[in-house]
């Protein structure tokens, strides 16, 4: 199963985009979903989090300006990026935690998405 991200491509400072993420199959259980980017000669940085319950966790840079939701009955997460800046282009990633639980076996691990270019023109 792997994460499937739509919604990038290339913006002016100042704009908005939406990026959407859906599983791409029949998942187990996820938990926490999330947003990741990697910026050009940068490493990867969590950029929004969200729980099954709501709870959100952004990073500073993007606090106020990006927004995470998600649909818990299809596994969708969304990121509504609005004044967007320069600095914000990179490849964004899909991310969720799953967890599998069979006779008191428990699994755990993630499942990640192919990255979206977003590109932030000045």
């Known amino acids: 199963v792997q994460l499937v991200e739509s919604g990038g491509g290339l913006v002016q400072a100042g704009g908005s985009m939406r990026l959407s993420c859906a599983p791409s199959?029949?998942?187990?259980?996820?938990?926490?979903m999330g947003w990741y980017r990697q910026g050009p000669g940068k490493q990867r940085e969590l950029v929004a989090s969200?729980?099954?319950?709501?709870?959100?966790n952004y990073a500073d840079s993007v606090k106020g300006r990006f927004t995470i939701s998600r649909d818990n009955s299809k596994n969708i997460v969304y990121l509504q990026m609005d004044s967007l800046r320069p600095e914000d282009t990179a490849v964004y990633y899909c991310?969720?935690?799953?967890?599998?639980?069979?006779?008191?076996?428990?699994?755990?691990?993630?499942?990640w998405g192919q990255g979206t270019l977003v590109t932030v023109s000045s």
């Open positions: 969200i729980s099954t319950g709501g709870t959100t």
């Open positions: 991310h969720a935690d799953w967890i599998y639980i069979n006779s008191g076996e428990v699994q755990v691990g993630a499942y």
């Open positions: 199959g029949s998942t187990f259980r996820i938990n926490a």
